[in-house]
């Protein structure tokens, strides 16, 4: 019984909603992260289930979603790093915290 | 061999700039500090010169990689663009890197890591390539922003940029992956193809729109999509600034040109009305703002916000065919151009202990740095759009097929937000040449570097507002194969 393609794009609707809701309710730099990522699974979710249940003639979707892990990893590395370094200089990952500029 | 040399000959510059950015860590890393910070930037520039004098030559146009990537007139257009840009942000660049202690080596090479995403999104015919070259792009400029480790501006910057930045590259991968439910491809032929013969009918479609126009419009600093830019652009090490809020907006209308004006084309008759919009209140939020402020960094920062409007507003004009493309091409030229430069004047004022340069610390400073205020004031009077410099004769582009495609009411809009802006850029004119400073005169520093290449891009801003034509001629060439 294969599920049908409906379902994995309802599940990466809601994956990628909750990413969204995250990314605007949280305030801790780490978990507006780990929410970006939620987001961009969401796609590689169906992207995937696009490239094999769309009955397209290659599966190129496929592709698509390892490009899409290569710049996800570059982007939570340089992510980290610059939340590490905001931290070292003033010990918070609060981004309501983090305002010295106003106007 | 020779096989493989003529496989990788279309990407030449591309590769020549990758080589260069290698180099420039390893020079770095085997000679001692002082010897390197003399040799980085000779070898920064040598190698962009090389990528853009030996590009038109090497790189021969055509499609190449399995269809992923196109060399044509539009694409040796923005390489151009990227790599003059690049050139002048290392040229401005070595004294305060030196005065500031910001690690140059890490500058250089982030720099020209970004342009080679930024030229890739010329390329692209495709949205894996494209996605590729945006997120090449994007990401050095983060650490751009942020280089300042010890400074919790920079750090603020950077934190700021990074978190918006990877969200909006989120919803536009979102979008993407929709035009490929939708057409099965991720060519933007095909979707045109695709979405010319479904319409806005399909729900689908329109979630996939209104995704990748706002994931396009956080990278162009659209409003309702700007809240990043200001902190961004202040805190951020100036050269920095200067290079970011130039060449990742060019990037991005390189992107917003091939996903939506060729790959979504067919339905620029429904998404047109809206750009148009989001050109109005941009160009009105970015300019309002602006005039309260009295920190010029973050002044400039809004007027960036207010200059895209002005492009989107070209980018809404596709009604009237190829003049808007060019018009969008020309704009982006003569943005890089004065917004690069006026960033970069503000680096004989960046001493320590000041943010940018409030409005007050620049009374006197046509009497300290004669030259310095000079430039200052062309690129001011450019980004006004005062005859005769290259702002005007852009601004007189993006009206016109603004009026063909039946905006008229944006265009009324655009000339009135002209008006406005020349109250907050002359202002800065009248600060610098007219205003004595209460106690001594503004403490500057001018390298002779930065002067040399300031009174050559402030004598381009003059000589292309006179002598237009060739550009203008070269810029509708260009946005052919967009808008054919």
């Keep these: 019984m294969a599920v049908p393609l409906g379902a994995f794009i309802a599940v990466s609707a809601v994956l990628f909603s909750i990413g969204i809701a995250g990314v605007l309710v949280r305030r801790n730099a780490v978990v507006i992260l780990m929410c970006v990522e939620l987001m961009l699974n969401a796609a590689n979710l169906a992207l995937v289930a696009f490239s094999r249940r769309g009955g397209f003639p290659d599966e190129r979707g496929s592709v698509f979603v390892v490009f899409v892990f290569v710049v996800a990893a570059s982007e939570v590395a340089v992510g980290l790093a610059i939340v590490l370094s905001a931290y070292r200089n003033r010990p918070t990952v609060d981004v309501d915290e983090i305002h010295a500029m106003k106007g | ?484």
């Design chain 2, 1 to 484: 061999m020779n096989e493989l040399l003529q496989t990788i000959s279309p990407l030449f510059p591309e590769l020549v700039v990758a080589v260069t950015a290698s180099a420039v860590i390893v020079v770095d890393a085997s000679l001692p500090r002082e010897r390197a910070s003399a040799a980085l930037p000779v070898l920064t520039v040598v190698g962009l010169l090389v990528a853009l004098v030996g590009g038109p030559a090497v790189s021969a146009q055509g499609t190449y990689f399995g269809g992923y990537v196109r060399v044509d007139e539009f694409a040796v257009f923005f390489r151009t663009v990227f790599l003059l840009l690049a050139i002048f942000a290392t040229m401005v660049a070595p004294a305060y890197l030196d005065r500031k202690r910001v690690p140059a080596a890490e500058y250089y090479a982030t720099v020209l890591f970004s342009t080679i995403g930024a030229m890739t999104i010329a390329l692209s015919t495709d949205l894996i390539t494209l996605f590729v070259g945006l997120e090449l792009m994007t990401i050095p400029v983060y650490v751009l922003a942020g280089m300042q480790r010890h400074d919790r501006f920079s750090n603020e910057a950077a934190l700021k940029y990074f978190l918006l930045g990877a969200f909006s590259s989120a919803l536009l991968v979102y979008g993407f992956a929709w035009l490929f439910g939708l057409s099965g491809s991720t060519r933007y032929a095909d979707i045109a193809r695709t979405v010319a013969s479904t319409g806005m009918s399909d729900a689908a479609t329109i979630v996939a729109l209104g995704l990748v126009t706002a994931g396009l419009g956080f990278k162009a600093a659209a409003v309702p999509f700007h809240q990043w830019t200001p902190d961004a652009y202040e805190g951020a090490p100036t050269p920095a600034t200067a290079f970011m809020s130039v060449a990742p907006k060019a990037a991005a209308f390189a992107a917003i040109l091939r996903v939506l004006v060729s790959g979504m084309g067919p339905l620029a008759a429904d998404w047109a009305t809206v750009f148009a919009l989001l050109a109005a209140v941009t160009m009105s939020v970015g300019n309002v703002v602006a005039l309260v402020q009295t920190n010029t960094k973050r002044m400039l920062a809004y007027s960036s916000i207010a200059h895209t409007g002005y492009v989107l507003a070209a980018v809404a004009a596709t009604g009237a065919g190829a003049p808007a493309g060019a018009a969008v091409l020309f704009y982006v030229f003569a943005y890089g151009l004065m917004n690069l430069g006026a960033f970069a004047c503000l680096l004989y004022l960046d001493i320590e202990g000041t943010r940018g340069a409030t409005l007050d610390e620049l009374d006197g400073f046509a009497r300290r740095e004669p030259l310095g205020a000079l430039a200052f004031a062309v690129f001011l009077v450019s980004l006004t759009g005062i005859p005769p410099t290259i702002g005007f004769v852009a601004k007189f582009f993006v009206i016109q097929p603004v009026l063909d495609a039946g905006f008229t009411w944006l265009a009324v809009v655009l000339a009135f937000n002209a008006v406005l802006a020349a109250f907050y850029y002359l202002r800065v004119v009248v600060h610098m040449y007219m205003y004595e400073p209460e106690g001594a005169l503004p403490p500057v520093v001018s390298p002779r570097l930065l002067s040399f290449s300031l009174a050559l891009s402030a004598a381009a801003v003059v000589v292309l507002g006179i002598l237009p034509d060739s550009l203008y001629a070269w810029a509708l060439a260009a946005a052919g194969p967009i808008l054919p």
